[in-house]
């Protein structure tokens, strides 16, 4: 289901609410919101963007005009916004092909990058939390970075 504009502005509060200072949201949206702008489901939080990672997912999918290969994962941190002794992964490119391996989820999303994303901002057994989980590929690749999974899903 696709969440509404007052919905992800509440998850996105709701998710600054429990960040550690200095906590990351890997933020995944498509090509028209990356281009109309997320500024606005910023409000009221102290998330600012840091980064953006696009994702070539290999395939060739729909699309009116272009058809669609990418997906783009903007990063996002609570104050106190810093890079030193947090981001901890120097070898993550800004564009990353990666195949879908979680297959039956029309959403899912690269469980490699998540691993290699959440493992450059977090240690092992520390809780990575996905709260709109779909195919659960952050469950998968929390896991094999030794971090803690809390997350769910509308549909289970
Ligand atoms: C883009 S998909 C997530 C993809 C996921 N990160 C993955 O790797 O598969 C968005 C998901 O949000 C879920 N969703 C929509 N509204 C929700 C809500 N209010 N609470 C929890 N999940 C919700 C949908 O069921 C859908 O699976």
């Not at 007052?6 to 990356?34: A, Q, T, Y």
């Not at 070539?56 to 058809?67: A, E």
């Not at 290699?116 to 469950?139: C, K």
């Amino acid at each position: 289901m696709q969440m509404s504009e007052d919905i992800i502005g509440r998850f996105i509060r709701g998710i600054d609410r429990v960040l550690i200072p200095s906590g990351h949201l890997f933020l995944w949206v498509d090509k028209f919101h990356l281009c109309q702008g997320i500024g606005n489901w910023l409000d009221e939080t102290s998330l600012s963007i840091v980064d953006l990672v696009t994702w070539d997912k290999d395939t060739f999918g729909m699309g009116y005009r272009t058809r669609r290969r990418g997906e783009y994962c903007i990063v996002l941190q609570r104050e106190p916004r810093k890079a030193k002794g947090v981001w901890t992964a120097h070898n993550i490119p800004d564009v990353v092909r990666e195949k879908i391996t979680q297959r039956g989820h029309t959403h899912a999303k690269p469980v490699g990058l998540q691993g290699d994303l959440l493992s450059a901002v977090s240690n092992e057994g520390d809780y990575v939390i996905d709260p709109a989980a779909g195919s659960f590929s952050v469950l998968t690749a929390a896991e094999s970075h030794g971090r803690t999974f809390l997350g769910c899903d509308l549909n289970g």
